[in-house]
């Protein structure tokens, strides 16, 4: 059996924020929610939500012989975070000016486990970033990390909302096991929910994908309609830059998510009229590439 500390002491010298711990038991009534979601058709096209939904929801049924989840934050949140400049109308959510975060967080949580095979040889796990049916934000509010903001994203009380998961399935006990945060929420705030450019904020603190900015500049295909992109190309941090939990975060401090592009740097006319080549780059290592220069350069006409 490891220890909850020895777990914890080894994610903060990766270098994450938050840790917790959580038992791989089903999130029953975050299942519930989640297919309500669904049944009211606010994934649009993001059909692959729609699968999946007994893994997403039952770690034990992603992975075998799991029996705790190590749930990993990493704050990203820097300069371009808090807002854009009135007008400004090359936009880039802010994660999207550093590494790509599944890579790093990959790696962080590989390491991770390299530490914990020092104290537990056997340990079988597998890890976890945003790609697999993970119900991601579920665990890290069952593992202490805050409570579910109106804008359907975590929101911790010292981080704010701009810090990245990963998780790390175990197939080992652990000595004690973290609870959720009680006695915080959002309070009378509605700043979020006001902030968005298409009201895209559902009452329930989740997103209709089909007005969102961030889905449909990203993911979300079928394009032909007239949603506002009020100057994002790439993503949108429009409801987490007004988040007063974020207003006052500090800064990230681990230098592997350090912004490697300056958002200014990049105007529209170079956007029109950059190469592949440079795109390639410019933007090679980071989120960007999951959109493509072309898909930025017709956001940029919206
Ligand atoms: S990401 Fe942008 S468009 Fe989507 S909910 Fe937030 S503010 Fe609205
Ligand atoms: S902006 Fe206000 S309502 Fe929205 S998540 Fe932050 S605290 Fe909650």
């Known amino acids: ?27 029953a009534e975050q299942r519930k929610c989640f ?3 669904l049944l009211a058709g606010n994934h649009s096209t993001l059909s ?27 704050s990203y949140l820097s300069q371009y975070s808090r807002g854009y400049s009135e007008g400004y109308c090359a936009k880039i959510a802010s994660y999207a000016l550093n590494d790509d975060y599944h890579v790093t967080i990959k790696a962080m949580l590989a ?8 104290v537990s040889p056997e ?21 202490g990390f805050g409570w579910i903001g109106r804008q359907s994203l975590v929101v911790n009380p010292k981080l704010g909302t701009m810090f990245h998961l990963g998780e790390l399935i175990i197939d080992d006990v652990v000595d004690e096991y973290d609870t ?30 089909r007005r969102c900015i961030s889905c449909r500049t990203i993911e979300r295909e079928g394009c032909n309609d007239n949603i506002k992109l009020d100057g994002w ?12 939990f974020n207003q006052h975060a500090p800064l990230h401090r681990n230098p592997k998510f350090d912004p490697r592009i300056d958002p200014y740097e990049l105007t529209p006319e170079r956007w029109q009229t950059m190469t592949e080549e440079e795109f390639k780059a410019i933007a090679s290592t980071t989120p960007m590439t999951r959109s493509g220069l072309e898909r930025i350069k017709n956001n940029l006409e919206k």
Not at 1 to 27: C, H, Q, W, Y
Not at 123 to 131: E, H, I, T, Y
């Open 1 to 27: 059996m490891i220890t909850k500390d020895f777990i914890i002491n080894s994610a903060k010298r990766v270098g994450f924020d938050l840790v917790g711990v959580v038992p791989a038991e089903p999130l």
């Open 35 to 37: 297919e309500e979601w």
């Open 48 to 74: 692959y939500l729609e699968r999946n939904i007994d893994k997403r929801f039952n770690v034990q049924q992603l992975v075998e012989n799991s029996h705790s989840v190590i749930v990993c934050g990493v």
């Open 111 to 118: 390491e991770l486990a390299e530490e914990l095979k020092k």
């Open 123 to 143: 340990l079988k796990f597998r890890a976890f970033v945003d790609s697999a049916p993970v119900a991601e934000k579920s665990l890290a509010v069952r593992a």
């Open 180 to 209: 959720p945060m009680e006695g915080v929420n959002c309070g009378n705030c509605r700043k979020c929910v006001e902030a968005c450019p298409n009201q895209a904020i559902l009452e329930s603190r989740l997103v209709d994908t």
């Open 233 to 244: 190309i790439f993503g949108c941090d429009a409801c987490q830059s007004v988040c007063p």
